[in-house]
């Protein structure tokens, strides 16, 4: 039940792969103590890959089960890692300079809406499988996609 009550709200649990976390940080190009979000962590494996690189990682997790794991496995990085238990759709996010996400393909056009109001100075969104529709990634592999956000130009007077 737990596993499938986020799919209202997010996607079914599936483990981001090591090569496909090498993807995410060689797309995201951050530096040590910057900040990656991850929208679903899961177990937390992308939040310890962060935390390994020296960058801080920020985590949502609505599986009780999935968030006490992920919790217990990120203890160690309590300075580098923290986890919520929380809808990220209701919650204002940290200043981060990536988001890391695995949403359902119907999610991502509210997503692509919640980052601009999120994120008004522009931020990095690598997405697994799934795109924005309507945008071009910048790059893809291993199905992972790169996107970036921008600020909105006002060419007001």
């Known amino acids: 039940m737990c596993f499938g009550l986020v799919l209202i709200s997010g996607a079914p649990y599936l483990p981001t792969l090591k ?21 679903g962590c899961g177990d937390g494996r992308m939040l310890i890959a962060a935390a390994k690189r020296d960058m801080n990682a920020v985590g949502y997790e609505l599986n009780p089960i999935l968030f006490v794991i992920c919790w217990l496995r990120t203890l160690r990085f309590r300075g580098k890692v ?30 692509e809406r919640k980052i601009i109001k999120e994120e008004p100075r522009g931020i ?3 997405s697994f499988a799934f795109d924005f529709p309507g945008l071009k990634p910048l790059k893809m592999k291993n199905g992972i996609l790169l996107y970036e956000f921008t600020p909105e130009v006002d060419s007001s007077p």
């Open 82 to 111: 923290t986890v919520k238990f929380a809808d990220f759709w209701g919650s204002n996010w940290p200043n981060a300079d990536a988001v890391y996400v695995f949403l359902l393909p119907r999610l991502m056009p509210a997503l």
């Open 124 to 126: 990095k969104v690598i």
């Open 19 to 39: 090569n496909q976390i090498d993807t995410i940080f060689d797309f995201a190009q951050l530096n040590p103590g910057d900040t990656i979000i991850e929208l």
